[in-house]
């Protein structure tokens, strides 16, 4: 039923305006504010404001985390310390001050929730909105929930299904308890602490997540998803997500966020962490459709994100598909790190900018492994006033024999006033790797637009078929449950921002 | 030592340089240029070296160049060298009008030119042409871009001015020939500036060599003013030796209409860094700026393209070529600059490398920026490797391995090589290119470009012309 809903509204959306008037259409768009902006009101649990060591401790100590896990936090936040904000991205923000931020905001529970009937129904409330229904998600889709909201994670479905098969599912500080080997044995060794500012922010405050193991020669039946939500007003967000996939196993890993609208920026610092042991294959998708700002660019979320995979056995493969629509500003780089000989990276991403909206995202492949392979495919959509960057690094080192790579990063651009922006590394160190790399800008072209105008299509609908088709090499990748949303949100984002 | 202590030991010295030599570092300057030189320094004094942090500069290191002890020649210095003989450009069939300059001082005569065109010395042209001086110098290279560019405009002590007036249009190709010899190690200051007026036509051959081995620090800046409908054609032709380093910095500044190509051609050099900006700022511009890359041993090129495109209707082409063989290194940084209303731009930027050796490194980043919709904008970057199925097809028909590979090298040279308008040099450079390959070219026996050798017949054991 849900699915059925979105098909029925992107058909809406292409048939319902065919006769408005271009200028119409562009006033519309203009106008139209984020769908997804209201405000659940639910008792918190905070933390108070500011970054001290105190507050760490209190978060470890809240959270029950064991001593190593504490030292490891306050290592990452004395590091962080001595770090600085890093400049070099094409973005500009104001100065934020960490030390204005709650670290630390826990939905209130009374008790261990048993079913979905205990949780609370506020809670449910909002995620009705969104359109992911636990029920029906859990009933229709075959989708097991991990529900974040406020980086407490509040319900898990479908756990019993995937420990049948010994899988592990399930949010950060429940892993920390219940297998804290195996988090202690691989957090942080993709992403160290001191890998970057906002990852020495995030490892030092971090405040839950989800967690993943599939077990040796497992193939995960379902499709795991989290779906992510900024809710309190000043509170940031510091998920950590771990996906371990051991020898030979397989899991398609979605994750998903909308977040409320408000006035003052929000902060959002996340890891994600993937590790890919012999023959594994983790393929992670993700939909971020955050509360960009308004039309005058005020407030959105800051999205500052470390993602990391690294194909740690031979013929491992870790794929990541993105599709950004979301942000006021967007700072994420999801990388693979092709140690394994034979592993495969890919990265496939549709960043869409709108009003003021800043992306600078892309892409980092290091290749270290002989005949590792990589793909970029990269697609930037600029409207507005936006500014939409791609920046990637492709690395084949010494050890890197007969690797190879393959990139491609379009941007199009929606409107004079916007940005397009592509920044390729490309460093090669041995005489046997094929590094290609391709881009393109252009606008839609009038042509197009008069080619479908002249067939009875209207210019809004030929902007949303062009626009979809362009981005069609990325978008059938999405698993079919985020395939619908990111045309949807496509749609929603583009559509008459030519006129 | 490591780069701070570096950075502040050459700071120091340039910092005490100045000020004890301030009165001939600035005597016969108008005071235009004497401002200039004084903001320039204050600039650079404050600022420094380019240093590997720098995001230009990230692949690039100076540190082991400046840690040697140079001399800051302050005048001419005289030669027992007969100038005639060194600057013989042996070009065969190729009749240019010769402009030598000996460590960056202008070598040449000065003499009355017709139509009104002028070469002379920079520092005749500041003290007998301010207003052009006034007009042009120091307005395109801008000393806050670059350290090196405010090193230059501080401290240049003399080099090349060319005028051409409007609507005349120069049969003759000039060359100008910069050699580096004094006997010690030196760093030297060039700075050369070119004006050209409506409707008018130059063709420009560049050359940097050495003629001895000693260290040679040679930073060169030169300033390009293409006035409306103005056409150049422009070769820069790097032969350095090894243990020299040469940051050469082109402005190019073209106004409606102006057509520009420009060409580098780097075959040995120590460290060669090509900084090639060019601002397309009347509609109608073209730029073409191609550049061609063979390194070996220890040697590092570096190619930094700025194209703007600042208004509309320009259109600009870029096409890099390079193969890295031995521990040679090479960077290519391609940023295209498309500002706000730039409509209709149309440009494209390519880089293409082949490593032949698991030591040699590249790093490549075309890059563009874009404000505006209406524009067309590609590039593309590759690294890799000879055509392994081209080379088994060479060697199926008889052709030795080496030949073969040989031959592919220079099939793919040969894109930028056929781009030489002007025949006697393409011929020259091809031949450079060919000798180049097989390892016979080098810039240790003194400069190959001037010395009187017969030019050998060369064979790939098939007759290249029929190819």
Known sequence: MYRLNLIQLSVENIFGTMEKENNDILHELTQSEYKYGFYTDIEMDMAPKGLTEDTIRFISARKNEPEWLLEYRLKAFRHWLTMVEPEWAHISYPPIDYQDIIYYAAPKRKKELKSLDEVDPELLETFKKLGISLEEQKRLSGVAVDAVIDSVSVKTTFSETLEKQGIIFCSFSEAVQKVPELVRQYLGTVVPSDDNYFAALNSAVFSDGSFCYIPKGVRCPIELSTYFRINAANTGQFERTLIIGDEGSYVSYMEGCTAPMRDENQLHAAIVEIIALKDAEVKYSTVQNWYPGNKKGEGGVYNFVTKRGICKGTHSKISWTQVETGSAITWKYPSVILMGDHSVGEFYSVAVTNN?????????????????????ISKGISAGQSNNSYRGLVKMTKRAANSRNFSQCDSLLLGDRCGAHTFPYIKAENKTSIVEHEATTSKISDEQLYYCNQRGISTESAIGLIVNGYAREVLKKLPMEFAVEAQKLLSLSLEGSVG | MDETNIQYNIMEKFRAFFSENKAVLLAGDSPYVEQLKTQAFNHFSAHGFPHTRLEKWRNTDLSNMLKHDFNFPLKQTTFDVDLDEVFRCEVPDFNTRLIPQMNGWFMGTGEQLPNGVIICSLNEAISKYPDIIEKHFGRYADIKDANLTALNTAFFRDGVFIYVPDNVSIEQPMQMVDLVNSGKNIFIQVRNLIVMGKNSSLSLVQCDDSIDNNIGFNNTVTEVYLDENANLDHYKLQNKNNASALTNSAYFHLEKGANLSTNAISLNGGLIRNETQVRLNGQGSHADILGLYLMDHEQHVDNQVFVDHAVAHCTSNELFKGILDDHASGVFNGHILVRPDAQQTNAYQNNKNILISDKAVIDTKPFLEIYADDVKCSHGATVGQLDEDARFYLQSRGISRDNAQMLLMYAFAADIVNKIS??????????????????????????????????????????????
């Open chain 1, 356 to 376: 003021f909206q800043q992306a600078d995202t892309g892409t980092k492949m290091i290749h270290l492994g002989k005949n590792t392979r990589s793909t970029i």
């Open chain 2, 422 to 467: 002007l025949t006697p040099l393409r011929n020259r450079i091809d031949d450079l290119v060919k000798k180049r390959l097989r390892g016979e070219l080098s810039s240790c026996e003194q400069c190959v470009l001037h010395c009187n050798s017969k030019e050998q017949k060369i064979s790939f054991e098939i007759d290249m012309s029929r190819i």
